[in-house]
């Protein structure tokens, strides 16, 4: 299928031409036909597999079938996404896609000043990206209104509710009218998602491309056996030995972030951390620089890392597993993207074993145990309990209530992403 054949208009064409995609990835062909029909949709699809374009595309040729209005035109598409960095990365797409169109948009996030976002709302906006806390802040402020909304998309909702957004999900629904069309992007279903879906999308169409809990077919997963405390070393030698350009590199924990980026700059590999205690400035940079190859490492936080968009990147290192199996998921998902083969090595010590038996359950697949010559693990070392990163438990284990108050809560979620 070629993109002509999906009944997008020339100026979308011209600008998916300029980006020099030649055919439609799966989940755009699957979706784009239902979004143009103006339908309910849930997609089963993660980052990397062109989802973005999935739903911007036919977004724009809506809105572009629809008069605008004169004056001052309302908001008339709300795109929710869990984090700043997946926030300002739809709106990069969305301008993108959309630079042979009149429509305005905007993007607006935590952690930055308010007025600007002010400023550009009192301009006039018709499409609004937006991470849920700055949305609600705007919202009691009365600086936007929501009572226009003909399509609204929740992107990466599995994440969201990992996050905690439920409760703002709900609040920012129940301010939307009640004729509109929804989509819902999410890589997992839990029975949350399955609830959430069932009180927010009316009759949807489903489009499914990556089979629920498998890993990418492109990427190259391998496992190597190191102890605990060599794993840093491990790294750097890796690097150095491949002459590796362009890691990203997992942590559990923003400290061990801080600390393999301090390790490898100390032996001359550029390296930088990206987490939820850098300012929003200093992790636009990093990544600004990771993508433009002055930096050859970025070490980074599930939470930060989710929703990257770094194309072809070819190597993906899990210093540490995530505790939480389906992260390993999301994090392979940043190599071998849109069509590009990438690497994803797991650095696994003893006291993980049982993390990675779990994400082999999870995508079904036994790894080899590989040894790297020097780096041989000693067999005697006991196992000992993971120290998790704040805002991390075990699996298995219930969630602790929180009883601080609820306004407390949501600056502090906000302060550690
Ligand atoms: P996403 O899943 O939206 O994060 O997109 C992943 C990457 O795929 C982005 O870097 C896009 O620029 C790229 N992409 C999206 N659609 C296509 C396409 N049809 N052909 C090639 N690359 C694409």
């Known amino acids: 299928?070629?993109?002509?054949?999906?009944?997008?208009?020339?100026?979308?064409?011209?600008?998916v031409q300029e980006e020099g995609y030649t055919h439609p990835t799966p989940v755009q062909?699957?979706?784009?036909?239902?979004?143009?029909?103006?339908?309910d949709m849930l997609a089963g699809a993660q980052t990397g597999t062109g989802k973005t374009a999935g739903f911007t595309l036919p977004i724009l040729e809506l809105l572009?079938?629809?008069?605008?209005?004169?004056?001052?035109?309302?908001?008339?598409?709300?795109?929710l996404t869990p984090t700043r960095e997946l926030a300002a990365q739809v709106g990069e797409s969305v301008k993108t896609y959309g630079k042979y169109l009149p429509f305005?948009?905007?993007?607006?996030?935590?952690?930055?000043?308010?007025n600007?976002?002010?400023?550009?709302?009192r301009n006039g906006v018709d499409i609004l990206?937006?991470?849920?806390?700055?949305?609600?802040?705007?919202?009691s402020q009365g600086t936007l209104d929501l009572k226009h909304i003909d399509i609204f998309v929740l992107d990466e909702a599995d994440r969201m509710l990992d996050m905690g957004f439920i409760k703002d999900i709900r609040r920012v629904i129940a301010l939307l009218p009640s004729k509109r069309q929804n989509l819902l992007f999410s890589a997992t279903y839990s029975d949350d998602i399955k609830k959430l879906c069932e009180s927010i999308l009316k009759n949807p169409a489903i489009v499914e491309v990556a089979k629920r809990n498998t890993s990418s077919e492109l990427v190259n997963q391998r496992v190597i056996i190191v102890d605990c405390k060599r794993k840093t070393a491990l790294l750097g030698e890796l690097i150095k030995k491949h002459r590796w350009e362009q890691i990203l590199v997992f942590t559990r924990t923003k400290h061990h972030a801080n600390k393999v980026s301090d390790y490898l700059n100390k032996i001359g590999i550029s390296a930088s951390a990206i987490h939820g205690n850098k300012s929003q400035g200093a992790r636009t940079k990093a990544l600004a620089d990771f993508k433009a190859g002055s930096i050859t490492v970025l070490a980074a936080t599930d939470i930060a890392a989710r929703g990257l968009d770094i194309d072809q990147l070819p190597h993906v290192i899990n210093l540490e597993l995530p505790n939480i199996s389906e992260d390993y998921v999301h994090r392979i998902g940043r190599t071998g993207r849109a069509g590009n083969n990438g690497e994803a090595i797991s650095l696994v010590c003893v006291d993980e074993f049982e993390y990675l038996k779990?994400?082999?359950k999870l995508i079904n697949r036994k790894f080899e145990r590989e040894i790297v010559e020097g780096f041989e693990p000693d067999l005697t070392i006991k196992p000992e309990p993971i120290q998790q990163g704040r805002g991390q438990r075990p699996q298995g284990q219930p969630k602790r209530r929180d009883n601080a108050p609820r306004e407390y809560v949501e600056k502090r979620r906000e302060r550690n992403r």
Do not use: C, W
């Open 1 to 15: 299928m070629l993109f002509s054949d999906l009944h997008l208009s020339s100026p979308l064409l011209k600008a």
């Open 29 to 39: 062909e699957k979706a784009i036909p239902y979004i143009l029909q103006g339908r």
């Open 64 to 79: 572009s079938k629809q008069p605008r209005m004169k004056g001052k035109n309302p908001i008339r598409v709300l795109i």
């Open 104 to 114: 305005k948009s905007t993007v607006i996030f935590g952690g930055v000043g308010i």
């Open 116 to 121: 600007p976002q002010i400023q550009a709302l």
């Open 129 to 139: 990206i937006a991470t849920p806390g700055r949305l609600l802040d705007h919202l």
């Open 358 to 360: 779990n994400i082999e």
